[in-house]
């Protein structure tokens, strides 16, 4: 490449139309003030009183006062919908034929196992579809010399979409070269201000071989940028690209915008609920104007004063509501109706039942699952299974192409095999029950019905509280085990009446 003066402000623009969506996707994803700050909406007419405080009342200390805004917390159903596809998706154990035992405990050089490793490389997809990952021998230094020893052993590193500004593929799909952004904090001398710089390091290749260089939005002692450095091994840009680089949306979008709309409506509620507690004031006009009137006598000049600390000596939960004489002239309160309130939370259960459609994850939602018809219930557990199995087919083609570029960069790494499960037997809890609440309120019972029924719990089990594989076998071995006189002893409808063997043979006998 020639010239470097847009190095550090360079974006493709895939970046550019989508920066700020996964910006608000991870935001959504961690939660907490970051978030509320983000996305808390004002309404036109809030006051100051209730947004933020700014405005308190008299007698009120600065800063004990707290608005809305401060008040507001969030329920973060947008990351239990990334937790819930890694909880499926990672049900079942991957298995990595040949694997090195040693090096699957820390695949990073930051003490991240290989299971961890993909976990948070799924987390990252689902937030973006788009996550990179690169291949190093340089420890867990992938952007700066960092002043300790490092092993020379192969690094997986993952980089979200947000911090790989730029990057261009050739005609034959493959890098042509790659610019990453990170940041350097050094506070290691206690005598000295910290150190902080941003970051961005381009991967190229020039003659068969791959170099990267390291530029600074600023001069840091001790670390030179854009120098060549030679990535010994390595004879194609060693970074995997995990989904579709692409302007268009993505899922999760959606459940970012829906999330939002949860806050602000929870907020909003928990507002509501407040104000119902302290019901709004409603005076007289006449009553107001006589304090006016005695608060101003000897104040000439201060009418605008005057009319401040009458109305916060009439204040009561927030600002009061004045009425004209010709009203009811009466000092009341007001409060909303019960089923005014209501609305407020019937819209949020409304709204994250979309969510969690929207995610692909019906099933995993109590509301929507009470007034599902069986044929829809079947369709979302396929569409379910599908896009798990999709997931674990994308996964399994990354890491053989991880393993892959490893061995490319050092002849030394032990390749493995990984195969991942691509049957994640997704169980309805709620239609579990149903069917064994079925078999217990039938009249008749057979033994096989009663061990179908068990199998069946067996396996809800497995699926809700995670039992190893030995457990549910067991379980199923001393199901199996249940026989005939045992069954009868719990069930004293059996055998039904006239089949009994006794009867059947005439050697019962007469009372």
């Known amino acids: 490449m020639s010239g470097t003066h847009d190095i550090m402000t360079r974006e493709h623009k895939v970046f550019a139309a989508r920066s700020r969506h996964w910006s608000l996707n991870y935001k959504a994803f961690k939660g907490g003030d970051d978030y509320i700050n983000e996305r808390l909406v004002r309404p036109d007419g809030e006051s100051d009183l209730s947004w933020s405080g700014e405005s308190r009342p008299l007698g009120i200390a600065s800063g004990s006062y707290k608005g809305r805004k401060q008040r507001t917390s969030y329920v973060n159903d947008a990351g239990r919908v990334v937790d819930k596809i890694n909880q499926y998706l990672f049900k079942s154990n991957v298995t990595r034929a040949g694997i090195d035992g040693e090096w699957a405990r820390d695949v990073t050089g930051l003490g991240v196992g290989i ?7 799924s987390e990252h997809y689902t937030l973006c579809g788009l996550v990179w990952v690169q291949v190093d021998r340089d420890g867990s230094s992938k952007t700066f010399k960092e002043k300790r020893e490092k092993k020379d052993v192969v690094r997986w590193t993952i980089w979200p979409a947000s911090s790989v500004p730029d990057w261009a593929f050739g005609s034959d799909g493959k890098l042509l070269w790659i610019l990453v952004e990170s940041a350097v904090y050094d506070n290691s001398d206690p005598m000295a201000a910290p150190i902080e710089a941003k970051v961005r390091t381009l991967f190229h290749k020039r003659d068969g071989a791959v170099y990267k260089s390291e530029y600074f939005d600023k001069t840091i002692d001790g670390m030179d940028g854009a120098k060549d450095e030679l990535l010994p091994g390595a004879k194609e840009i060693p970074f995997a690209c995990v989904g579709v680089p692409s302007c268009d949306p993505w899922w999760f979008d959606d459940v970012e915008g829906i999330q939002m709309q949860l806050l602000n409506l929870d907020s909003l509620h928990s507002n509501n609920l407040t104000q119902a507690a302290f019901p709004q004031l409603v005076i007289p006009i006449s009553a107001l104007r006589n304090v006016e009137a005695k ?19 009439l204040r009561s939960a927030g600002n009061p509501i004045i009425e004209g004489q010709g009203d009811h002239g009466t000092t009341r309160y ?10 407020i939370p019937d819209e949020i259960s409304r709204k994250r039942a979309m969510m969690y459609q929207n995610a692909g994850c019906a099933l995993l939602y109590q509301e929507t699952r009470q007034i599902q018809s069986a044929d829809s219930k079947q369709f979302d557990l396929l569409d379910t299974e599908s896009a798990l199995k999709n997931r674990a087919l994308m996964m399994q083609k990354i890491e053989e192409a991880l393993v892959g570029m490893s061995c490319a960069i050092d002849a030394g790494f032990k390749k493995y095999d990984a195969s991942w499960p691509l049957s994640f037997d997704i169980v309805d809890a709620q239609e579990v029950e149903r069917i064994a609440q079925a078999v217990d309120n039938t009249a008749l019972v057979t033994p096989t019905m009663h061990k179908m029924k068990l199998r069946m719990l067996v396996r809800m089990m497995v699926d809700q509280a995670g ?17 005939a006189e045992g069954f009868a002893e719990h069930h004293h409808g059996w055998p039904p009446s006239g089949e009994d063997e006794d009867d059947q043979d005439g050697s019962a006998s007469a009372d």
């Open 115 to 121: 299971d961890s490793f993909f976990s948070g490389l």
């Open 295 to 313: 608060i101003s006598k000897g104040k000439d000049g201060n009418d605008h004063l005057v009319t401040k600390v009458s109305r916060e000596i």
């Open 467 to 483: 039992c190893s594989k030995e457990d549910e076998a067991a379980a199923n071995k001393e199901i199996d085990e249940i026989d």
């Open 334 to 343: 007001i409060m909303p109706s019960s089923e005014g309130i209501r609305q």
